[in-house]
């Protein structure tokens, strides 16, 4: 029995070795600093991350409470998703139907309730989970 043992253990090692992921990782974090796309990435991300902490925006999602900020989020992305359905359909080379501006239409109307109710919905929300 003793071979056996040998032999599956010297198949695995040589089919499965040991991986130090974290040399790696370091090898590759390196490999990609040291290229000029890995450079360029990495000024532009710095250079996104120094307007967003600059920006109106931000200090505008700062001054909402934290609590109501995620759900006028939400409304604002179904207005979003609402207007884009809305000129896609627009500039469709077929017609797509008479109803065709209803749904989109009802998502702007909801996305805008939902901002509009932002603070009472949070704290309706807050009431149930506690």
Do not use: Y
């Amino acid at each position: 029995m003793g071979w056996w043992r040998f032999t599956r253990l010297a198949l695995e090692a040589l089919t499965a070795p040991e991986a130090d992921t974290g040399s790696c990782d370091r090898a590759m974090e390196q490999l990609a600093r040291d290229s000029r796309l890995g450079r360029a990435l990495h000024r532009a991300s710095w250079m996104i991350r120094a307007a967003w902490l600059d920006s109106r925006a931000r200090r505008m999602l700062a001054g909402v409470q934290g609590d109501v900020a995620p759900l006028r989020v939400r409304g604002w992305v179904m207005v979003v998703t609402g207007a884009t359905a809305l000129a896609l359909n627009a500039i469709k080379p077929t017609p797509v139907g008479p109803l065709s501006t209803l749904v989109p239409s009802l998502v702007i109307v909801a996305g805008v309730l939902v901002m509009l109710m932002a603070g009472p919905l949070s704290r309706a929300i807050l009431h149930r989970t506690s």
